[in-house]
């Protein structure tokens, strides 16, 4: 009878094996064929070109922020944006775009006038509304006329806008100038209140990052340091609008009381002061700057042709060739955005071993014969940092040359591995420098003490126990403090070599001070001032070859994440949706908020806690 039943067991498993293999053979084959329908459909789908016709302006509505390189946004992240606040999930927009579609129009027959709708673009540094501006400039020299139009101009949008030929402004608007500054939050006494013990630990007179916990205010140190640089920004902008306006420097943001009395004599209005003081050309309601435009452009009173900036990208062909499809030698293009993270990191950060994986990927293609890398970082990582310039000096044995171009910051970290380049170039407005290190963090033993609450007990080592929840050793202290000053010293060593400076000469100039391009030229920290295209054409001038051809080294996307990042949306969607949670409900707020601050706690994970990172960079 055993046998029988051992028999009878052994059969049904089989025929369970059997029936399990099929059903998920059926499975896989349904998904694999649900796949490959979704890529065929993929492939076979194109957007139909907007057609245009002659005597059409082009209408620059830029919404979103300005960017070297767009980041790729994860589908769960967007939909919970989307759905706490739709209306403040940001757009990213390549620089290079921007360029690209204001030079074409230039050139564009059908294009009869650029009119610049700025009213969604969000904050953006000095540098890079100057890399439009420098199109727009190249644009005017087709002698086809520039608009601007907006119920209200923020600082940024009136940069750019001072550019066009007519600045129109709505009569209940106005034109926003504030000026540049840089503010912080000071903790040292909520520390002391707190019971909290702040070892800090830093090399370098000016490394104003760790004052908020040692200081309840500002330093001299700092107010000079910063003021030198924010003062330079501001004398550039004021400069641009004046010229463009053919006014007084003076008189774009004039004194308090000066304004005040200006603003009196107009009982106040701000838009009757910025056309008094000839910031803007006429105050037209909405309905008026249409029916104006139309009679410029076309002499009827109704309506204008017109194709808006994406519209108008779509037909443009792309400024970059993809690695691996490259048609002929040329120069490849990294872009290096963001704080500088430990490991692989996604556009948008700049990460040790995916920076270091692109860069060895440009030493062994035999079609790249220079390389430019564009870098806008604040900083970040010691150790990343280091990697990264390791990579940089392998690919420079190769007998390519490496050409740093900065963005609007290329500081700490950033300016870490710029200094491996042959040669840099920053614009007078990028923010570099802030050569410097620092180690930070806080125990709880006082706080814990108030609580009635101890840590004790024993170890082998003098290095056992050590914990948050305990008082630092002073013989920590000091190794923290070595180490630091240790990371201090090889940053000047590291700035020397690359610049062909002595160690002393570097830290006169150091200390964690923060410089603008314009002083860092005249300190031998650059080499030259200038563009992205001026950095391309310097790279493609020592190799021989032609700026024509660029091409682009990233971590590509493959099919497989992008039909993943489509099934992760709908997903998302899905659960969200049975979930009940509402577009801007509390749990839906919740996870957004856990998700953002768990991203700035993984931003601090550098192996040894050093960092070298310019945070006062970030102006207001």
Not at 117 to 142: C, G, M, R
Not at 445 to 468: N, P, Q, R
Request: proline share 3%; hydrophobic share 45%; aromatic share 8%.
């Amino acid at each position: 009878m055993r046998k029988l039943f051992s028999l009878l067991g052994f059969i049904l498993s089989k025929i369970g094996r059997s029936i399990t293999f099929t059903r998920n053979l059926i499975l896989n084959l349904f998904f694999i064929s649900f796949i490959a329908i979704i890529i065929i459909a993929l492939q076979q789908q194109k957007e139909t070109p907007v057609a245009f016709a002659d005597n059409t302006a082009l209408v620059l509505n830029l919404n979103g922020v300005l960017v070297d390189q767009p980041k790729l946004v994860d589908p769960f992240d967007q939909v919970i944006g989307e759905l706490v606040d739709a209306n403040n999930v940001v757009n990213e927009i390549a620089i290079s775009d921007v360029v690209n579609v204001i030079i074409s129009a230039k050139s564009d027959d059908a294009i009869s006038a650029l009119i610049l709708d700025l009213a969604q673009l969000k904050p953006a540094s000095l540098t890079k509304l100057t890399d439009i501006a420098d199109a727009l400039v190249e644009f005017k020299k087709s002698n086809k006329p520039i608009y601007a139009y907006g119920d209200y101009f923020s600082q940024e949008q009136y940069l750019l806008a001072s550019f066009a030929d007519e600045i129109l402004l709505n009569p209940a608007g106005g034109v926003l100038l504030q000026g540049y500054g840089s503010y912080s939050l000071y903790f040292k006494d909520a520390i002391d209140k707190l019971n909290l013990s702040s070892h800090v630990f830093r090399v370098g007179t000016y490394k104003s990052f760790v004052e908020p916990f040692t200081r309840s205010d500002m330093s001299a140190e700092s107010k000079e340091a910063k003021l030198n640089w924010l003062n330079q920004l501001w004398d550039t902008y004021t400069s641009i609008v004046a010229n463009n306006r053919l006014i007084n420097a003076d008189d774009v943001a004039p004194k308090a009381d000066v304004f005040i009395k200006q603003l009196q004599s107009v009982n106040g209005n701000i838009a009757q002061y910025a056309l008094k003081q000839k910031l803007v050309d006429k105050l037209l309601t909405r309905e008026q700057i249409t029916e104006y435009l139309a009679n410029k452009l076309n002499g009827e009173s109704d309506s204008f042709a017109k194709i808006e900036f994406l519209d108008y990208l779509a037909l443009q062909s792309t400024q970059f060739e993809q690695q691996g499809f490259a048609s002929k030698p040329g120069v490849g293009i990294i872009f290096a955005n963001g704080q500088i993270l430990d490991g692989n990191q996604p556009p948008g950060a700049i990460g040790g071993k995916s920076l270091t994986k692109l860069l060895l990927q440009a030493k062994d293609d035999e079609q790249i014969k220079a390389l430019v890398l564009r870098i806008d970082s604040p900083g970040g990582s010691a150790f990343a940092s280091e990697q990264i310039r390791t990579a940089l000096l392998e690919l420079k044995k190769s007998g390519k040359p490496v050409i740093v171009s900065m963005g609007s910051v290329a500081a700490s970290g950033g300016y870490w591995i710029a200094s491996a380049a042959d040669e840099i170039w920053a614009k007078p407005t990028t923010i570099t420098g802030s050569i410097g290190i620092f180690g930070l963090f806080a125990t709880t033993e006082k706080l814990l003490a108030k609580m009635g609450i101890y840590s004790d007990g024993v170890g082998t080592t003098d290095f056992t126990g050590l914990s948050v929840n305990r008082e630092l050793p002073e013989h920590m202290a000091q190794i923290i403090q070595m180490t630091v000053e240790n990371g201090y010293s090889n940053f000047l060593t590291v700035v020397a070599e690359g610049r062909g400076m002595t160690t002393e000469e570097v830290d006169k100039i150091a200390q964690g001070r923060v410089w603008t391009g314009r002083d860092a030229l005249n300190l031998g920290l650059i080499d030259n001032l200038g563009n992205l295209d001026d950095a391309i054409a310097s790279a493609a001038a020592k190799v021989d070859v032609s700026t024509d051809s660029l091409i682009l080294i990233q971590t590509p996307r493959s099919e497989r994440d992008r039909l993943l990042s489509i099934f992760t949306q709908s997903v998302a969607m899905q659960v969200l949706s049975e979930l009940n949670i509402s577009p801007n409900g509390n749990v839906a707020t919740w996870l957004a908020t856990i998700t953002q601050q768990a991203a700035q706690l993984n931003n601090y994970s550098d192996p040894q806690g050093l960092y070298v990172e310019c945070l006062v960079c970030d102006i207001r």
